[in-house]
């Protein structure tokens, strides 16, 4: 999911996707199991947004870069 799309869903729910709401889990409680799993696809997510900030950061640095030297 883009962060924007992430951002927006936070703002209106008030929580993570595909993670259960405070209310949820104080109400129903939650599958240990299940919510590692959830935490581990949200670590996963964490990281490819990572990994694509960094090359977008290393893009505009190469490009400052090449515009210092003009």
């Known amino acids: 999911m883009p962060l924007t799309a992430t951002a ?17 889990v104080a109400r129903e409680g939650i599958d240990v199991g299940e919510m590692n799993s959830k935490l581990l ?3 996963e997510e ?9 090359e977008r950061v290393a893009a505009l640095e ?7 030297k003009q």
């Open 8 to 24: 927006r869903f936070i703002r209106e729910y008030k929580h993570l996707p595909d993670i259960p709401s405070a209310a949820e």
């Open 62 to 68: 190469k490009e400052v870069k090449s515009l210092k």
């Open 41 to 43: 696809q949200k670590i």
């Open 46 to 54: 964490l990281t490819l947004h990572l990994i694509e900030q960094n």
